[in-house]
Nanobody, 121 residues
Framework: QVQLVESGGGLVQAGGSLRLSCVFS????????MGWFRQAPGKEREFVAA????????LYVDSVKGRFTISRDNAKNTVYLQMNSLKPEDTAVYYC??????????????WGQGTQVTVSS
């Protein structure tokens, strides 16, 4: 069974940076597309970024382009989300997700428990 464990969240001032990590276990990591999503209080869950099996393709929501970078290390079974120039509106619980079939912003079969990111103004 696939398990995803996120870490790296916390409290940061606007303009600061954080790097989220998500460790994948239970299946061959390199067979899975990976994504990051977030959910702010009172809002629906929102797609943030996705990365292909090998890392050669990435996709971002417009609001984070140029500030966030998704990457993966298949030797470490880990996907990362580097977040720079953080804004208060980036405050949310961030979730890691995995799927063996689809790359992009919609379908993911497996989800982590989430990590809180709070950006103060």
């Amino acid at each position: 069974q696939v398990q995803l464990v996120e870490s790296g969240g916390g409290l940061v001032q606007a303009g600061g940076s954080l790097r989220l990590s998500c460790v994948f276990s239970g299946r061959p990591f390199s067979n899975y597309y990976m994504g990051w999503f977030r959910q702010a209080p009172g809002k629906e869950r929102e797609f943030v970024a996705a990365i292909s099996w090998s890392g050669d393709r990435t996709l971002y929501v417009d609001s984070v382009k140029g500030r966030f970078t998704i990457s993966r290390d298949n030797a470490k079974n880990t996907v990362y989300l580097q977040m720079n120039s953080l804004k208060p509106e980036d405050t949310a619980v961030y979730y890691c997700a995995a799927d063996p079939r689809s790359f992009g912003s919609s379908r993911y079969d497996y989800w982590g428990q989430g990590t809180q990111v709070t950006v103060s103004s």
